[in-house]
């Protein structure tokens, strides 16, 4: 979506976005990921965001990101580099 609006300043910012969405990624083991309830948290942002409702929207994504937050942070307790 963002490529197609021809907007370089939008394209910069996707590619900053995915660049961190890959490097945490990375930071997630297998056994700490499950893909069925990415689907659903997913799914959750995307109809928020369908039916125009930023309250919603954002509630999805702050449960999304927590999780994910809450995955790295077990990876790094699992290996004993908490900060």
Do not use: C, W
């Not at 976005?17 to 990375?26: E, Q, R, S, V």
């Not at 297998?30 to 039916?51: F, G, P, S």
């Not at 125009?52 to 077990?74: C, E, G, Q, W």
């Amino acid at each position: 979506m963002a490529d197609s609006a021809n907007n370089p300043i939008l394209d910069g910012f996707t590619q900053s976005l995915m660049n961190l969405f890959d490097a945490t990624l990375k930071q997630i083991p297998m056994i700490h990921r499950n893909h069925a309830v990415t689907l659903e948290e997913h799914k959750a942002i995307y109809e928020a965001l369908e039916k125009r409702s930023p309250v919603d929207a954002f509630a999805s994504m702050y449960r999304h990101l927590s999780n994910t937050r809450a995955k790295i942070l077990k990876k790094l307790e699992d290996s004993g580099t908490e900060t």
